[in-house]
Protein backbone atom coordinates (compact mmCIF):
# COMPACT_ATOMS: atom_id res chain seq x y z
CA UNK A 1 0.00 0.00 0.00
CA UNK A 2 1.56 3.30 -0.73
CA UNK A 3 1.73 5.65 2.36
CA UNK A 4 2.14 8.97 0.61
CA UNK A 5 4.69 10.77 -1.55
CA UNK A 6 8.19 11.54 -0.90
CA UNK A 7 8.57 14.48 -3.54
CA UNK A 8 7.36 16.26 -6.88
CA UNK A 9 9.84 17.22 -9.26
CA UNK A 10 8.79 19.95 -11.42
CA UNK A 11 10.79 20.87 -14.72
CA UNK A 12 11.75 24.70 -15.36
CA UNK A 13 13.19 26.88 -18.05
CA UNK A 14 14.59 29.33 -15.89
CA UNK A 15 16.10 27.83 -12.15
CA UNK A 16 17.02 31.13 -10.83
CA UNK A 17 13.50 32.29 -11.62
CA UNK A 18 12.16 29.32 -10.09
CA UNK A 19 14.36 28.87 -7.28
CA UNK A 20 13.38 32.73 -6.44
CA UNK A 21 9.68 32.30 -7.02
CA UNK A 22 9.84 28.80 -4.42
CA UNK A 23 11.46 30.54 -1.76
CA UNK A 24 8.64 33.24 -1.79
CA UNK A 25 6.87 30.31 -0.24
CA UNK A 26 9.00 29.78 2.19
CA UNK A 27 9.98 26.07 1.09
CA UNK A 28 13.81 25.10 3.02
CA UNK A 29 16.59 24.89 0.59
CA UNK A 30 18.20 21.34 0.67
CA UNK A 31 20.48 21.18 -1.94
CA UNK A 32 21.22 23.08 -5.83
CA UNK A 33 20.23 26.74 -5.88
CA UNK A 34 19.77 29.21 -8.64
CA UNK A 35 22.80 28.27 -10.41
CA UNK A 36 22.21 24.58 -10.29
CA UNK A 37 20.35 21.92 -12.63
CA UNK A 38 18.71 20.35 -10.04
CA UNK A 39 17.19 21.92 -6.82
CA UNK A 40 15.57 20.50 -3.94
CA UNK A 41 13.50 22.29 -1.43
CA UNK A 42 11.80 20.91 1.95
CA UNK A 43 8.24 20.44 2.03
CA UNK A 44 7.09 19.90 5.66
CA UNK A 45 8.02 16.43 5.76
CA UNK A 46 8.11 15.85 1.81
CA UNK A 47 10.20 17.49 -1.10
CA UNK A 48 9.93 19.46 -3.96
CA UNK A 49 12.50 19.27 -6.61
CA UNK A 50 13.16 21.59 -9.75
CA UNK A 51 14.87 20.06 -12.45
CA UNK A 52 16.33 22.54 -15.32
CA UNK A 53 15.55 21.75 -18.71
CA UNK A 54 16.09 23.63 -22.08
CA UNK A 55 13.78 26.30 -23.57
CA UNK A 56 12.90 24.15 -26.57
CA UNK A 57 11.89 21.57 -24.21
CA UNK A 58 7.40 21.78 -23.90
CA UNK A 59 5.11 20.35 -21.23
CA UNK A 60 1.52 20.49 -21.79
CA UNK A 61 -0.86 20.61 -18.01
CA UNK A 62 0.29 17.63 -16.05
CA UNK A 63 -2.45 18.27 -13.32
CA UNK A 64 -2.16 20.27 -9.53
CA UNK A 65 0.58 20.10 -6.53
CA UNK A 66 -1.20 20.79 -3.19
CA UNK A 67 0.43 22.12 -0.65
CA UNK A 68 -0.73 22.02 3.38
CA UNK A 69 0.57 25.76 4.94
CA UNK A 70 -1.33 26.62 8.09
CA UNK A 71 -0.81 30.16 7.44
CA UNK A 72 -2.73 30.10 3.98
CA UNK A 73 -4.20 33.76 4.38
CA UNK A 74 -0.40 35.42 5.33
CA UNK A 75 0.77 33.42 2.77
CA UNK A 76 -1.47 34.97 -0.26
CA UNK A 77 -0.98 38.55 1.44
CA UNK A 78 2.86 37.86 1.99
CA UNK A 79 2.63 36.91 -2.18
CA UNK A 80 0.99 39.89 -2.93
CA UNK A 81 3.09 41.94 -0.88
CA UNK A 82 6.14 40.44 -3.45
CA UNK A 83 4.31 41.24 -6.32
CA UNK A 84 3.16 37.93 -7.19
CA UNK A 85 -0.08 37.48 -8.39
CA UNK A 86 -2.15 34.21 -7.20
CA UNK A 87 -5.09 32.95 -9.76
CA UNK A 88 -7.42 33.23 -6.88
CA UNK A 89 -7.92 34.45 -3.69
CA UNK A 90 -8.10 32.54 -0.62
CA UNK A 91 -11.79 30.73 -0.01
CA UNK A 92 -13.86 28.07 1.61
CA UNK A 93 -14.49 25.13 -0.57
CA UNK A 94 -17.60 22.58 0.36
CA UNK A 95 -14.71 20.22 0.58
CA UNK A 96 -13.51 21.17 3.87
CA UNK A 97 -10.56 23.22 2.93
CA UNK A 98 -9.50 27.06 2.51
CA UNK A 99 -7.31 27.21 -0.34
CA UNK A 100 -5.79 29.31 -2.94
CA UNK A 101 -4.25 28.35 -6.85
CA UNK A 102 -0.91 30.12 -8.29
CA UNK A 103 0.79 29.48 -11.83
CA UNK A 104 4.50 29.09 -11.00
CA UNK A 105 6.92 31.22 -14.27
CA UNK A 106 6.84 27.81 -15.74
CA UNK A 107 3.74 27.14 -15.75
CA UNK A 108 3.16 24.48 -13.27
CA UNK A 109 -0.60 24.60 -11.31
CA UNK A 110 -0.16 24.81 -7.27
CA UNK A 111 -2.55 24.88 -4.74
CA UNK A 112 -2.13 26.51 -1.00
CA UNK A 113 -4.35 24.97 1.18
CA UNK A 114 -5.88 24.30 4.63
CA UNK A 115 -8.31 22.28 6.65
CA UNK A 116 -10.79 23.95 7.86
CA UNK A 117 -12.12 23.76 11.37
CA UNK A 118 -14.75 20.99 11.66
CA UNK A 119 -18.59 22.17 12.32
CA UNK A 120 -19.89 21.22 15.94
CA UNK A 121 -22.08 18.04 15.17
CA UNK A 122 -20.14 17.95 11.63
CA UNK A 123 -17.60 15.03 11.17
Known sequence: ????????TLAVHDM???????R???FELL???????FTSFRA???YLNLTA?????????WG???FYDPELDALHARLLAAGVRPDTAPRDAEWGERFFHITDPDGHE??????LPKAAGRT
Open 16 to 22: ARAVRFY
Open 1 to 8: MVEGISAI
Open 31 to 37: YGGEAAA
Open 64 to 66: RAI
Open 53 to 61: QPAERRWSW
Open 24 to 26: LFG
Open 110 to 115: LSFAWP
Open 44 to 46: GSF
